[in-house]
C-alpha cells in the first residue's frame, strides 16, 4: 500500500467534514484505493479558534498557508476555504508545487475554472471540483463519465439549496420572503449577506460550470440573465399553486444547433414534475438526452458530509492518477463553440400578475387559466413571443403594477429557431 500526504486549506463546514469521513471511512477508502492518506497539515484563519472535533495526532494546524503549500512531502492539496483572490493565489501556488488540487470553490471555479484546468494540465497535476456543483450529487462525474457519450440537449437544475429552502418554505407554510429567509438563517441554511443565493448569482456560478460538462462550453456567469427569488410575491405562489404549479429557482441550459441558450430564475414547474417535488435544501438536476433520454439526479447539495464526500471521491480519483504516473488530465475534455443566448427571448407561457385590480386585462390572449381575489389578477398566457409579453407588460404597466415569471418546458424548439432567425 502506498502512502499520499495531503494538505488541507480551511477547517470550517466542509474541511471539517473532511477530516471527519477520513477518519470514519479510512478502513474502505484504504481498500478501495490502496492508498493510506496521512493528513499532514491544515490552514486556517484562526488557529485558536474552538473546534467541535480533533484532528489526527500527527496532523499539523498553522495559520500560515504556505507552510501547507510549500511542503514537498504533500503531493494533494484540497482547498475549502472559500475566498476568491487567496484560494485562486493557494490554487496557482499549489499547482506550480506540483501538487493536485481538489477545490469545492464554485465562486473561483466560475471565474478561473477553465484557466486553473488548463495551468493544472500544463503542469501535469490534477484538478477536481466534483463538490462544487450541487454539493454530494455526483453530477460532474456523471456528465464527464457516465454520458460523456450521449449528446446532452439540456440541462435543468434546483442548484442553490438555499433557495430552494426559502421557496420551500414560502409554498408549504405560507411564509413571506423576509420570514422565511430568517428561518433559513436560524438553521444555517442561509448566510448572513444572503445576496448570491437569494439573487440567484451562485446559480448562475454552477451553471457556468454544468454547462462546460454538458456542453463544453464554460458560460461567463457574469453575462447570464439572471433573476433571484427575492421580489417573489405571495400573489405569484398562490397563483401558481392554484393552477397546479410550484415555483423553484431553476438554473436552464438548452443546446438547439450551434446555441446554447440559458436562463436562471424563479420558473413555475408543473406539480407533476419531478423538479417540483424536490424540496428543502434538496438539489436535482434534470438532463434530457438523446440516447437516455430523461433522467433526474437528486440529494443534498451542501453539508459537511455530502460535500466532503464528493471531495474523497476527487482525492479517490487523484491518488489513482499519482499511483499511476497519469496527472494532468482535464477533469472534463469536452468542447464546443456553441454561442450563447438567453431563453428568456424564446417563446414561451408566462404568469402574468397584475397588482391592484382584480379582472381580466382587455387583450387578445387566449388566457389558459385566470385567477384574482381583491388585491390582485393572475393568469397564465399561452406560448407568446417575447416581444408579445414585452407588449403586454408595457401596456398594463402603464397603470398598474404587474409581474411575471416563465412556464418551465413550454419553450418549443421551432419556435427558437424563430428567435435565432430574426
Ligand atoms: N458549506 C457547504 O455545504 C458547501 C457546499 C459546496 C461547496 N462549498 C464551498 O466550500 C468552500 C468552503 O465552505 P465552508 O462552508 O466550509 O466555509 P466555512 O465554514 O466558512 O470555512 C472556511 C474555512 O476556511 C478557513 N479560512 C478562511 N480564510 C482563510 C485563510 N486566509 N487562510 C487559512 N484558512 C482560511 C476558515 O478558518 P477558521 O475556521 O479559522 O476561521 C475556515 O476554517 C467554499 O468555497 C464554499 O463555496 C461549501
Do not use: W
Given at each position: 500500500m502506498r502512502t499520499i500526504k495531503i494538505g488541507l486549506l480551511g477547517l470550517?463546514?466542509?474541511?471539517?467534514?473532511?477530516?471527519?469521513?477520513?477518519?470514519?471511512?479510512?478502513?474502505?477508502?484504504?481498500?478501495t484505493t490502496n492508498v493510506h492518506f496521512i493528513l499532514k497539515r491544515v490552514a486556517v484563519a484562526h488557529l485558536n479558534k474552538p473546534r467541535k472535533f480533533?484532528?489526527?495526532?500527527?496532523?499539523?494546524?498553522?495559520d500560515q498557508i504556505d507552510e501547507v503549500l510549500n511542503d514537498p512531502e504533500i503531493q494533494i492539496i484540497v482547498e475549502t476555504m472559500g475566498t476568491i483572490n487567496r484560494a485562486r493565489q493557494a490554487i496557482v501556488q499549489a499547482i506550480y508545487n506540483h501538487k493536485s488540487v481538489i477545490t469545492a470553490n464554485k465562486d473561483l471555479l466560475a471565474i478561473d475554472g477553465p484557466k486553473l484546468a488548463q495551468l493544472a494540465k500544463s503542469r501535469h497535476v490534477d484538478f477536481l471540483y466534483e463538490a462544487s456543483v450541487a454539493g454530494g450529487i455526483p453530477i460532474l462525474r456523471v456528465l464527464s463519465s457516465s454520458l460523456v457519450t450521449d449528446q446532452i440537449t439540456r440541462v435543468s437544475g434546483i442548484i442553490n439549496g438555499t433557495a430552494n429552502y426559502i421557496l420551500s418554505a414560502m409554498v408549504s407554510d405560507n411564509l413571506s420572503y423576509d420570514k422565511a429567509l430568517m428561518n433559513a438563517q436560524q438553521k444555517g441554511y442561509a448566510e448572513a449577506?444572503?445576496?448570491?443565493?437569494?439573487?440567484?448569482?451562485?446559480?448562475?456560478?454552477?451553471?457556468?460550470?454544468?454547462?462546460?460538462?454538458a456542453f463544453g462550453k464554460a458560460l461567463d456567469p457574469t453575462n447570464l440573465n439572471v433573476r433571484g427569488i427575492d421580489q417573489l410575491t405571495s400573489a405569484q405562489l398562490a397563483s401558481a399553486k392554484q393552477f397546479g404549479y410550484t415555483i423553484k429557482l431553476l438554473a436552464i441550459a438548452k443546446r438547439l444547433s450551434n446555441r446554447l441558450y440559458t436562463s436562471v430564475g424563479p420558473t413555475l414547474v408543473d406539480n407533476n414534475d419531478q423538479l417540483a417535488q424536490v424540496n428543502g435544501v434538496q438539489n436535482a438536476i434534470a438532463i434530457e438526452s438523446n440516447a437516455l433520454g430523461s433522467s433526474v439526479y437528486t440529494g443534498p447539495g451542501a453539508g459537511a458530509k455530502p460535500t466532503a464526500n464528493s471531495i474523497l471521491s476527487d482525492l479517490a480519483a487523484a491518488a489513482n492518477d499519482i499511483l499511476n504516473y497519469d496527472c494532468g488530465n482535464a477533469f472534463n475534455n469536452y468542447h464546443s463553440e456553441l454561442t450563447p443566448s438567453t431563453l428568456n427571448n424564446a417563446p414561451q407561457s408566462y404568469l402574468i400578475t397584475i397588482y391592484g385590480r382584480s379582472t381580466r386585462p382587455v387583450d387578445s390572449i387566449d388566457w389558459q387559466n385566470e385567477t384574482s381575489n381583491h388585491n390582485y389578477w393572475s393568469g397564465l398566457t399561452p406560448v407568446i413571443s417575447h416581444k408579445k409579453l414585452n407588449l403586454l407588460l408595457e401596456t398594463i404597466g402603464n397603470d398598474f403594477a404587474v409581474s411575471y415569471l416563465p412556464v418551465y418546458g413550454t419553450v418549443k424548439l421551432q419556435a427558437i429557431k424563430e428567435v435565432k432567425q430574426n
Open positions: 470550517g463546514t466542509v474541511g471539517g467534514g473532511v477530516v471527519k469521513l477520513l477518519q470514519e471511512h479510512a478502513a474502505k477508502i484504504e481498500q480533533s484532528l489526527p495526532e500527527e496532523t499539523i494546524l498553522t449577506n444572503p445576496v448570491n443565493d437569494v439573487k440567484g448569482i451562485d446559480a448562475a456560478n454552477k451553471l457556468s460550470i454544468l454547462s462546460q460538462f
